[in-house]
């Protein structure tokens, strides 16, 4: 099975589906998964309204209503600004930096108030550009459930693709409707401070649900866990560097770094799962699985765009024509790692050691060799 993953960003995301614009010229996937932004991109791709969804999505819709749809957005960007001045060595500079951050305590009061007004219009406008009753592709879909502190997984299957049972303990999965398709994209994309949690009811029971992008660094393991054995997946932002010179940063570009490095982390454990499996299925101890390959495609310097950005058309155009650039081009591939020809020779000669001292210990059993 072939997954396309899409993670989140803001208005980075806007790079997002310009690679995956790109790829869908070349490449066919049968699921789509997302989270915070990428949800959105990955609704865009499977149940657009149109073939050409996200371009128009992020050439003309948003940024044409961005700040119809989110007025708190400048005011809040000018907040963000204003803790980013905080931390640079000059005491003068990060006094005023805080007396100006204190100064936006009485806005944040009111974001709940926004968020109220500005939710049915989000979800209006985003109803005009998709529309669940088109689904061509399968979608999974990473969100927050902050009441129950789980991971939550809104899922829509095409008739092509068998609904998996899987399930995890940290876990819980919801079938998308058209009922509830926007809103639940929404409690995906729900970024902290842009938007409060979503209350969704499922079985009967209803809770709050945020951003994919707090449990969900990447949808990179709910791809496999779902059974995906080629993924491709999509990153907004470049690699960082853990050894960067902290003291040449401010405090909220050092904050970025740290959230960034710890996403990298957790990006490293879903891979070396991955690597792990293939393991297990190199010797034999996963019959009928197959091997995983993990190809991605990230920018190679920063974005010349804010995360909250959404206003600034010729930001987003251009940010969405490198991605398409950036796309057009093969994928890194992230795993199985090339292994040398040595490596190979060493695990034949241990794999049938194996099997040989196993008949010495067992001659009379019919033990039939795995290659």
């Not at 600034?312 to 890194?332: I, M, T």
Request: with cysteine.
């Amino acid at each position: 099975m072939r997954a396309l993953v899409l993670s989140g960003g803001g208005a980075h995301g806007a790079y997002e589906a310009g690679v995956a614009s790109a790829l869908l010229a070349r490449e066919r996937y049968d699921v789509i998964c997302g989270v915070s932004i990428g949800a959105v991109n990955a609704a865009l791709i499977a149940a657009g309204r149109t073939d050409d969804a996200l371009e128009r999505f992020w050439h003309d819709e948003f940024p044409s209503h961005a700040l119809e749809l989110f007025p708190h957005v400048p005011r809040l960007r000018r907040l963000i600004d204003h803790v980013g001045s905080i931390g640079y060595g000059n005491a003068w500079r990060d006094v005023m930096g805080v007396a100006r951050a204190a100064s936006s305590l009485p806005f944040l009061r009111k974001l709940g108030a926004y968020h109220k007004t500005s939710l049915p219009l989000v979800a209006r406008a985003l109803g005009m550009m998709i529309d669940f009753n088109r689904l061509h592709t399968s979608l999974l879909i990473g969100a927050t459930n902050a009441t129950q502190a789980s991971a939550a997984v809104f899922r829509a299957y095409t008739s092509d693709l068998p609904k998996t049972t899987h399930s995890a303990k940290l876990t819980e999965y919801h079938d998308l409707t058209a009922e509830n398709f926007v809103m639940a994209l929404l409690a995906s994309s729900a970024m902290p401070g842009l938007f409060s949690p979503i209350e969704l009811n499922f079985n009967g029971t209803s809770n709050l649900y945020a951003d994919g992008c707090i449990v969900h660094t990447s949808p990179l393991g709910l791809a496999v866990d779902n059974g995906a054995t080629e993924v491709t997946v999509v990153f907004v932002d470049c690699e960082r560097d853990a050894l960067v010179n902290g003291s040449s940063l401010g405090l909220a570009e050092m904050a970025y770094n740290i959230a960034t490095l710890w996403q990298q982390r957790l990006i490293d454990y879903e891979l070396r799962i991955a690597a792990a499996t293939n393991q297990i299925v190199q010797l034999g101890g996963a019959p009928g699985k197959r091997q995983i390959t993990i190809r991605y495609v990230r920018p190679e310097t920063p974005l010349e765009l804010d995360m909250l950005g959404f206003d600034n058309r010729d930001a987003l155009v251009s940010a969405f024509e490198r991605g398409a650039a950036d796309g057009s081009v093969p994928a890194r591939v992230m795993l199985p790692l090339p292994v040398p020809e040595s490596a190979v020779a060493a695990a034949t000669r241990e794999r049938s050691s194996f099997w040989d001292s196993l008949r010495r210990v067992f001659p009379s059993a019919a033990v039939k060799r795995a290659e």
